[in-house]
């Protein structure tokens, strides 16, 4: 298990515009499946206080299970990744598209207060490439992939 917390002033003071707070915690646990697979989840949570109220809120999820390879030729994996902003003041949104979860699409192509991305993968085990006459060894694998998101 790994957890983090974070606590964060702002003051006028120092300079800020405004006083507050900002913090974040967050918790994970990685579980062994078989002989090298792996099922995860992390939830986290941050926040500002600001003028006595909390704003700017976002809790978040994420699951993750990659099983133990099958016939040591590929390997499926399933993510689940959920998110929400509350009481959002300060203009922020989430945006999924391109790196951030759905391949294939523009980056940030689509924004809002609520994230959901799900994506299911079939990789293939890592094979090695020689070729001696320019000295290259490396491993190449393929992956085969659909994303879903909102």
Known sequence: MAATIRI???GEAIGSERDFFTGSAGLA????VGSNGFFRASTGVSSRLQDGETIDNVLSGTVTLAPTHVRDLVRPVVRLSL??????QNNGFFTIGGDSGLRGYAIAVFDGQVRAIGNVELRSAAFPLRIPLVGVATKVG???????GH
């Open 83 to 88: 998110a929400g902003r509350i009481n959002e």
């Open 142 to 148: 393929g992956l085969v992939f659909y994303d879903a």
């Open 8 to 10: 964060l002033r702002a």
């Open 29 to 32: 646990w990685t579980f062994a």
